[in-house]
């Protein structure tokens, strides 16, 4: 008996990965992380919960990297959001970190010529036709 109940109680545990794992399968559960804040102990808590599909809250937002089955949930809306057409701190100290937004925005190419498809099979053919032509001309 004593085996039994120990195999039920790490079964119902969610720390395990084999068990959460199939628990997530089955009842098709993903991966939330819910950011609040304590005013009295003045913390931030990051609890990690699994929850269904179908329970998920709808400002739950996808991360990024984390495969289908992890969202996170900010509780804590301290940020706002700029106006169409307006930047805060935060988007200038993005764009002034981030150099693929610069380079995007400048239209700064990386090397000095572009090859693309088209352009190199036009050379191809045109190297192969001019092999052709000379291989007939001498040969022939």
Known sequence: MFIVDNIKKWWADDRHAIPRFIRDVIDN??????LTYDDTADVYHLD???????DLPPEAVHVTGGGNAEYYLDKVNAGEYAKPGYMNATDLYLYMINNDISESLGNIRKTPFILDTKTAGLIVVAVVAVALF???RFFM
């Open 29 to 34: 559960r993903v991966g939330l992380n819910v």
């Open 48 to 54: 990690y919960t699994h929850i269904k599909r179908a």
């Open 134 to 136: 000379l291989a007939y």
